[in-house]
């Protein structure tokens, strides 16, 4: 089991940044592929970053790249979203996640534990 807790949600205005934090506990940090989602109300949730177990890959959905980075510390057990130029359209519930398999990927369905979420709102 692991156990994901976001942070570092918050109100913003239109083309400022963010980070959110997800710190992680159990089991072994670095034997897991961490991913960030989103959903937006009365939207289904999507991907929007993943990063490799050692932080050397990464994988960016098209709506971010650009502006998000994703990081880990595997010594903090600590996945990052960096967040920049920020709209009203990225409004919404962000949720770190867990996945034990060896590639990264955008499939919802690949990552095995979630956080609660942590809401950002991005006001125009």
């Known amino acids: 089991q692991v156990q994901l807790v976001e942070s570092g949600g918050g109100l913003v205005q239109a083309g400022t940044s963010l980070r959110l934090s997800c710190a992680a506990s159990?089991?072994?940090?670095?034997?897991?592929?961490m991913g960030w989602f989103r959903q937006a109300p009365g939207k289904g949730r999507e991907f929007v970053a993943a990063i490799s177990r050692n932080g050397g890959n990464t994988n960016y959905a098209d709506s971010v790249k650009g502006r998000f980075t994703i990081s880990r510390d595997n010594a903090k057990n600590l996945v990052y979203l960096q967040m920049t130029s920020l709209k009203p359209e990225d409004t919404a519930v962000y949720y770190c996640a867990a996945d034990l398999q060896f590639l990264i990927t955008s499939r919802i369905g690949a990552y095995d534990y979630w956080g609660q979420g942590t809401q950002v709102t991005v006001s125009s």
């Open positions: 159990g089991r072994i940090f670095s034997n897991y592929i």
